[in-house]
Nanobody, 123 residues
Framework: QVQLVESGGGLVQAGGSLRLSCAAS????????MGWFRQAPGKEREFVAA????????YYRDSVKGRFTISRDNAKNTVYLQMNSLKPEDTAVYYC????????????????WGQGTQVTVSS
């Protein structure tokens, strides 16, 4: 069992930056691939970024490539999402997720989810 708690969301102007954190419970965090997803009002939850258990492999949705960076610190049981050059269309609730398997980019492949943190980008 893994429990995930996101933090770091907030209100920022377009062009600004935020860093999201996801703290995980449990002693087996380093075995889990981790992902960030987001859900805007009236839309389905969508993939943002994912990172393998070692941090050696990462994936991003096309619209955030070059702006967002996912990373992890297994000693701290934490995964991060650095978001730069934010745009109004990045506004959503951001969720982190964990799966005890290889890296994946779809919601149904993840076993554990956090409660989400709101990111609002004003124009």
């Amino acid at each position: 069992q893994v429990q995930l708690v996101e933090s770091g969301g907030g209100l920022v102007q377009a062009g600004g930056s935020l860093r999201l954190s996801c703290a995980a419970s449990g002693r087996t965090f380093s075995r889990y691939s981790m992902g960030w997803f987001r859900q805007a009002p009236g839309k389905e939850r969508e993939f943002v970024a994912a990172i393998s258990w070692s941090g050696g492999n990462t994936y991003y949705r096309d619209s955030v490539k070059g702006r967002f960076t996912i990373s992890r610190d297994n000693a701290k049981n934490t995964v991060y999402l650095q978001m730069n050059s934010l745009k109004p269309e990045d506004t959503a609730v951001y969720y982190c997720a964990a799966r005890n398997h290889v890296i994946a980019t779809t919601t149904e492949r993840y076993d554990y989810w956090g409660q989400g943190t709101q990111v609002t980008v004003s124009s």
